[in-house]
T-cell receptor, first 115, second 110 residues
Framework: GAGVSQTPSNKVTEKGKYVELRCDPI?????LYWYRQSLGQGPEFLIY????????DSGLPNDRFFAVRPEGSVSTLKIQRTERGDSAVYLC?????????????FGQGTRLTVV | SQQGEEDPQALSIQEGENATMNCSYK?????LQWYRQNSGRGLVHLIL?????REKHSGRLRVTLDTSKKSSSLLITASRAADTASYFC??????????FGKGTSLLVTP
């Protein structure tokens, strides 16, 4: 497809379990972002990749959260020992170059529910 | 932490009326962007205004930016039912991360 693809669209997991969320960016986009959006809030920045490297991971809330982008395309957000407070919509976005004036294209998100 | 704050939190108007949403932010910025979100899922980019610009138009959208007041406004003219959505402002500062506000929920009734 032409847009940013995120899978799964919905994920229900038990507290304490490990989850992986996948993002397939627009082909050719070097910049990739992960955001998290809680109900009634705006998206909060988690991590930004330029190519394969995490250029800014200052938004990751703690060391249970980790993200990779090994080949500079698909990215996986990994959450260990999930907690109920991790429940949110996780949004991925990509942009052509990642500069401050480039438009970011968002996927439809993965709704994570921790029970 | 969220940098922008939209005002009002919710807005209800009738088709054909204009809708105005405001955004205030705290620190200096490179640019400010407005996004639309339907049903709490994917965001759609509407318009980007650079810090050295004061006004920008795109179709029925008009955005203004006042860096001295650290504020922006989004005007949607001749609104339609399909404009019903949440609208977010997002600022970009020294890094590449976007800082979003909490959004304005717009309801346009036929």
């Amino acid at each position: 497809g032409a847009g940013v693809s995120q899978t799964p669209s919905n994920k229900v997991t038990e507290k304490g379990k490990y989850v992986e969320l996948r993002c397939d960016p627009i082909s050719g986009h070097t910049a990739l972002y992960w955001y998290r959006q809680s109900l009634g809030q705006g998206p909060e920045f988690l991590i930004y990749f330029q190519g394969t490297g995490a250029a800014d991971d200052s938004g990751l809330p703690n060391d249970r959260f980790f993200a990779v982008r090994p080949e500079g395309s698909v990215s996986t957000l990994k959450i260990q020992r999930t907690e109920r407070g991790d429940s949110a919509v996780y949004l991925c976005a990509s942009s052509l170059s990642g500069g401050p004036y480039t438009e970011a294209f968002f996927g439809q998100g993965t709704r994570l529910t921790v029970v | 932490s969220q940098q922008g704050e939209e005002d009002p939190q919710a807005l209800s108007i009738q088709e054909g009326e204009n809708a105005t949403m405001n955004c205030s932010y705290k620190t200096s910025i490179n640019n400010l962007q407005w996004y639309r979100q339907n049903s709490g899922r994917g965001l759609v980019h509407l318009i980007l205004i650079r810090s050295n610009e004061r006004e920008k138009h795109s179709g029925r959208l008009r955005v203004t930016l006042d860096t001295s007041k650290k504020s922006s406004s989004l005007l949607i003219t001749a609104s339609r039912a399909a404009d019903t959505a949440s609208y977010f402002c997002a600022t970009a500062s020294s890094g590449y991360a976007l800082n979003f506000g909490k959004g304005t929920s717009l309801l346009v009734t036929p």
